[in-house]
């Protein structure tokens, strides 16, 4: 799989490059529509009935919600005002039905896919447990590539249209490109179709300046994901196969591994797709923002896969949060337990239906539940200990923002993501347990288990390099100094030095060919 | 047109630097005659001339099931995976007749399961890889930085072989029976037929390392998808036939692959626990045929004695 979504990925993106300015400025959006559905078809094959049902279930869908509410405006005209609150009502009910039908049909590919299997062996677990003599038999299905991310994205801009921040575009090849466009549709980012439909469907010219920039992007990418992600690799699938005979330190290496792992190859997806958005001259929205210098569990969900929690927060938190039920809860609780902890108990649970929802969107697996309700206790329990907290700080006069609060803070919080990060990759959530154990109980260091972690120690100074030089641009960005503006003020020497620095750099200390495993595209199956 | 002029002269600088560095990463023991590029096309190549004692020809079945350099570690045997992912008989042949003129090998252990294959049969992205390999010899050898940067430069670390670590089960149940019912991997007849090609290039090689004085092994690897009793009959036939050993470890009692651990794709491949039994067994094996001898700490062999330090640590 991940071989030929490497080629497939690398030739679209290379025909995309070399003939996108011999097409006719409209044709260019049609090849871009046909490249990104070819593509689909190379990897998911005759699942791409599932991408085509997606895309004109939300296009009749957000059509038809338009043309309710020009039917509303209309018959609105000169009505009394409870003749217009009936016909709001009737009209908002149709648009309400609308968007339940389309949500049930998308959801039910997503069921399917995804989590038709969970639920049967559970099923069955069960019926085993109350000794029910029946099995339902379990489906063998794969899902067609990328659904989470493009039913996700395909719903937002159905829920856009139904809360009426856009309206409904009528042009069907403009809703289908900003749902199946190539580089998003396989890790995303999730994308807002005010974000990207109407630059993706412009075909505005590749320019040098566009190309150049969002090569740079790309190879950024690649030395995070070549010579960082693919290495450790080795290192965490030694960790995670052979936890039980590895101690404490060395599963939480294995965890921290693969935490950095994980980060270095999803934001290089990232890097890659947004510098090929840069090179079409699409702003795709950015998906990591430094997440390791958080201070908190939820600054860090507002860092680290940025377009998943802002998704979440728009569709889910909210309409909890806000809705009738949850406002007359709070306006009591408010009563009861004062202004903070009022608001609080509301929150809360939009924030359980948040993480149920959060995790099980990661996969269709007892871990990532735990993962989910891991990181609903974390941040309720910050969300609760907050005034105590300030209080402390207040009674004894100490800075919150004093530089080494804010290290300290920023450790703990990576200290928790790494946990949870264990638990996520854990194969079973026994698994999980055991390695906690040991991580919290098992404090006996063994140098030597370094060395069996399949990295030598030429492996471990380049890593150490490489990692230093991504907190370095880490720095900086989050100072908000742009290292590529930067380069680019260089004479040509220095800045084409850099990039053959660069470039070489991969290709000799990228960790690829025989011995290494490159990480596959992790969200790809999602 | 400026811009255009700078993207050239970008990519003709990166070429030269693509190039030098080539040459500085390449293998450069073997004979001078067939240059980097084949040296990248054949991994054989990279090694020292006259060094291998054993070729073992073959497909993706060879090159995950043998380690050569466990054998090494254990005999100090000299042997050399001449294998690519779903070979034909001619570029076995090819690959052989390339093995010999850099190499004076005294066993060709031939994987048979390759004699199946039609040789019209090559997926597109071997070709593709082999081009690659050609085009990119850098990208072949870049991991020798750890090598020319500190220490010689040994050639290739693995010999051929791929280690694989992962594992996917396979599936329960006896796929070298004679009647075989409810085969996971095979819908209908069994098909075990040499096609007529492929005996041309099967004869040209046995002759030829008859003629040399070589001993020739026919050798099954394990693969629950490859192997079933028909081809078993017909390879059988066909060692009676040339007069050469054949053994098929997908029957043999000496070696007990446990399919539920020990493959890496679901029965189709041996992963590295796999390969650690089939290596000791073919190590064994030369050790018990007196043809070969250990060549471990010995003068013009400190390659392999280097490259063991490296592999024992990855």
């Not at chain 1, 890659?272 to 795709?284: H, S």
Request: hydrophobic share 45%; aromatic share 16%.
């Amino acid at each position: 799989m991940l071989i030929f979504f490497t080629k497939f990925y690398n030739f679209f993106f290379l025909i995309i490059t070399f003939f996108y300015n011999l097409f006719p400025k409209k044709a260019r959006p049609i090849l871009l529509l046909l490249v990104s559905l070819v593509f689909f078809y190379l990897m998911s094959s005759k699942l791409i009935i599932c991408l085509f049902s997606t895309i004109t279930s939300i296009y009749l869908s957000t059509i038809l919600m338009g043309k309710l509410d020009e039917k509303k405006n209309e018959l609105l005209d000169g009505k009394s005002s409870e003749e217009k609150k009936q016909i709001k009502k009737i009209y908002n009910r149709k648009k309400k039905i609308v968007l339940i039908a389309c949500i049930l049909l998308n959801f039910s590919f997503l069921f399917l896919f995804k989590y038709l299997k969970f639920f049967t062996i559970n099923s069955n677990h069960l019926l085993n447990l109350l000794n029910i003599n029946y099995q339902f038999s379990v489906l063998k299905i794969i899902a067609p590539i990328g659904i989470s991310f493009y039913t996700l994205q395909a719903l937002s801009y159905l829920f856009d249209v139904y809360y009426g921040k856009i309206s409904a575009d009528k042009n069907y090849l403009r809703v289908a490109l900003f749902i199946s466009f190539f580089p998003q549709i396989v890790e995303g980012p999730m994308a807002r179709y005010s974000d990207t439909a109407e630059d993706l469907y412009k075909g505005n010219d590749i320019t040098y300046a566009n190309f150049t920039s969002g090569m740079q992007r790309i190879l950024w990418g690649l030395f995070k994901k070549m010579i960082i992600a693919d290495r450790l690799n080795i290192l965490v699938k030694m960790v995670f196969s052979g936890y039980a005979v590895y101690s404490g330190p060395i599963c939480f290496i294995g965890a921290l591994g693969y935490t950095i792992m994980l980060y270095m190859n999803f934001s290089s997806t990232m890097d890659i797709v947004i510098g090929i958005g840069e090179i079409l001259g699409v702003k795709i929205p950015e998906n990591f923002r430094q997440p390791f210098f958080s201070k908190s569990i939820s600054e860090f969900w507002t860092r680290w896969h940025i377009s998943l929690g802002l998704w979440f927060r728009d569709y889910i938190y909210y309409p909890i949060s806000l809705s009738k039920t949850m406002k007359k809860l709070t306006i009591n609780s408010r009563k009861i337990v004062g202004n903070y902890f009022g608001p609080l108990i509301s929150g809360t649970i939009a924030l359980f239906a948040v993480w149920s929802l959060n995790g099980l969107w990661h996969g269709a697996g007892w871990t990532f539940i735990m993962f989910g309700m891991y990181h609903f206790v974390m941040i309720f329990t910050g969300n609760l200990f907050e005034p105590l907290i300030r209080k402390t700080f207040v009674k004894f006069n100490l800075d919150r923002e004093n530089i080494y609060y804010r290290i300290f803070r920023s450790i703990k919080t990576s200290f928790l993501v790494i946990i949870g990060e264990l638990i996520f990759r854990a194969p079973s959530v026994k698994v999980a347990l055991v390695m906690l154990k040991k991580v919290f109980t098992d404090f006996n260091i063994k140098i030597s288990e370094m060395s069996s972690l399949g990295l030598d120690i030429l492996d471990y100074i380049i890593l150490f390099v490489a990692l230093v030089l991504v907190l370095i641009v880490g720095i900086l960005r989050e100072k908000n100094i742009s290292i590529r503006q930067e380069i680019g003020k260089m004479n040509i020497i220095v800045r084409w030095a850099i990039f053959y620095i660069m470039i070489f750099v991969i290709l000799i200390f990228g960790a690829y060919g025989i011995g290494y495993q490159p990480v596959g595209p992790m969200y790809a199956d999602f | 047109m400026k811009n255009t002029i700078k993207i050239i002269m970008f990519i003709t600088i990166a070429a030269i630097i693509y190039m030098s560095l080539s040459y500085l990463f390449i293998p450069k023991l073997n004979i001078k005659k067939y240059g980097m590029y084949n040296t990248s096309m054949y991994e054989l190549l990279a090694e020292k001339q006259n060094t291998i004692d054993t070729i073992v020809l073959g497909d993706s079945l060879v090159y995950s099931a043998i380690s050569p350099m466990e054998i090494y570690s254990k005999h100090g045997y000299t042997v050399f995976d001449c294998a690519e992912p779903a070979q034909i008989m001619s570029d076995a042949y090819e690959y052989y007749k390339i093995a010999i003129d850099s190499q004076n090998p005294k066993i060709v252990i031939i994987e048979p399961n390759m004699f199946f294959r039609d040789p019209k049969e090559k997926p597109w992205f071997n070709k593709t890889l082999k081009i690659l390999k050609n085009v990119f010899p850098l990208v072949k050898y870049h991991n020798n930085w750890k090598n020319l940067f500190f220490g010689k430069n040994w050639g290739h670390i693995n010999k051929g072989y791929i280690k694989i670590l992962h594992t996917k089960s396979g599936f329960e149940y006896d796929y070298m029976a004679e009647e075989l019912n409810d085969n996971p991997y095979v819908k209908g007849k069994y098909k075990a037929i040499i096609p007529s090609k492929n005996n041309i290039y099967i004869k040209k090689i046995i002759e030829d390392c008859k003629k040399r004085n070589i001993k020739v092994l026919l050798l099954g690897v394990p693969s629950q998808r490859c192997w079933n009793y028909e081809k078993h009959k017909v390879i059988m036939k066909l060692s009676k036939q040339y007069g050469v050993e054949y053994i098929n470890l997908n029957l043999d009692d000496r070696i007990d692959i446990d399919w539920k651990k020990e493959t890496k794709d679901r029965g189709n491949h041996l992963n590295y626990l796999g390969a650690k039994k089939v290596s000791e067994f073919l190590g064994n094996y030369l050790n018990s045929t007196n043809i070969v001898e250990s060549h471990k700490h010995k003068k013009g062999y400190e390659g392999w004695d280097q490259v063991l330090k490296t592999y024992m640590k990855s």
